[in-house]
């Protein structure tokens, strides 16, 4: 029962985020070998200016070592 959690600069319709949200579904469905029903996606808005101090610092870098993807971008401090 996988579940993604998203976070997104603000910006997005919800149309487009539930349709990201269903291929995403559909992609882990068919990667991990379950169904679409037993996936969740959440997606949540994040203002730019929150983007470091919200989602990079408490994030990104505590879970490095879980990211499969890792962003192509840096803070320097």
Same mark, same amino acid.
């Given at each position: ?5 998203? #976070? /997104?600069?603000?910006?997005? +319709? ?5 349709? /990201? $949200?269903?291929?995403? $579904? ?6 991990? %070998? /379950?169904?679409? +029903? +037993?996936?969740?996606?959440?997606? #949540?808005?994040? !203002? %730019?200016?929150?983007? *470091? +101090?919200?989602?990079?610092? *408490? ?5 490095? *070592?879980?990211?499969? #993807? #890792?962003?192509?971008?840096?803070? !320097?401090?």
């Amino acid at each position: 029962m996988p579940h993604v959690d998203l #976070k /997104c600069v603000v910006g997005r +319709s919800d149309a487009q985020k539930t349709e /990201c $949200a269903e291929k995403i $579904a559909k992609v882990i469905a068919e990667t991990l %070998g /379950c169904e679409t +029903s +037993s996936v969740s996606v959440a997606i #949540k808005d994040i !203002n %730019g200016d929150d983007w *470091k +101090s919200e989602v990079w610092d *408490k994030q990104i870098v505590p879970d490095e *070592k879980y990211l499969y #993807k #890792k962003p192509g971008y840096s803070y !320097n401090d």
